[in-house]
């Protein structure tokens, strides 16, 4: 049906979309009410349906995520060789609170960190994650730190939540987030946001190793992050925001 009306240059009537596809148009009403209310179709005066916003959107993200990903290859294998750590592009994931990874290029060393492309993980105790919970507004943050149960998978994760809010304020504030054995014990991560066009952040630029490792060399990680995801958000198009100095994340 989507394809149907994608080819429809003038939009379709129920009697058009039920002879492209074959179904019934008792079978049509519902799914076409559904996705207008959506926002995904529309429906002038005349009874006929249109792509929606809310679906043209979604493809347009789904474009800017790819062109994001082929962009930020080159930048992340000199991310690597820069620091000699795996380095990470990822994202918010699309349906839930949860940093995904989009793609990545693993460090050369013996003793890495690896991950998996399309792995989820928490936002609240890892470097990437926190960079995104850090950029909620404040009232997404507020329903996120009220509803979200927060593990405790090392001695070193932040689990109360006026402690996890001063985190998040000091990111803002650096424009960089660190993680040290929050996640897995023995590993270490730096992020900085990678921001759009209209400020927001699009993605993260991450960084992770040994703990040993990169508290050694964090001076030149950090750099190298910040470098790497500025450089990423040039290359989109994106527009990057100055650091914020709120003193409270929920003000």
Do not use: W
Request: charged share 25%.
């Amino acid at each position: 049906m989507l394809e149907a009306l994608a080819n429809a240059e003038n939009g379709a009537t129920l009697s058009d979309l039920a002879l492209d596809t074959g179904a019934p148009k008792t079978s049509l009403v519902g799914l076409l009410a559904g996705l207008t209310a959506e926002g995904c179709l529309a429906r002038d005066a005349t009874g006929r349906y249109f792509l929606g916003p809310r679906f043209l959107s979604l493809a347009m993200r789904a474009i800017a995520g790819r062109e994001l990903i082929v962009l930020a290859r080159p930048i992340l294998a000199d991310l690597v060789a820069a620091t000699g750590e795996t380095a990470v592009l990822g994202a918010l994931a699309p349906d839930a609170d949860l940093a995904i990874y989009l793609d990545k290029v693993e460090s050369s060393n013996p003793i890495r960190y690896a991950v998996t492309v399309g792995e989820r993980r928490e936002l609240y105790c890892t470097a990437l994650g926190k960079v995104l919970l850090a950029h909620f507004d404040p009232a997404r943050l507020r329903h996120y730190l009220k509803s979200t149960q927060r593990r405790k998978f090392t001695e070193t994760t932040i689990t109360a939540g006026a402690k996890l809010e001063a985190d998040l304020s000091a990111i803002r504030v650096n424009g960089i987030a660190r993680t040290n054995d929050e996640r897995i014990p023995g590993a270490s991560g730096v992020a900085a946001p990678i921001f759009a066009s209209d400020g927001t952040v699009a993605a993260v630029a991450l960084i992770a190793g040994p703990s040993e490792r990169m508290r050694a060399n964090a001076e030149t990680n950090e750099r190298a992050v910040r470098q790497a995801a500025a450089e990423c958000t040039r290359a989109t198009g994106g527009i990057a925001v100055a650091p914020r100095h709120d003193k409270h994340p929920l003000k």
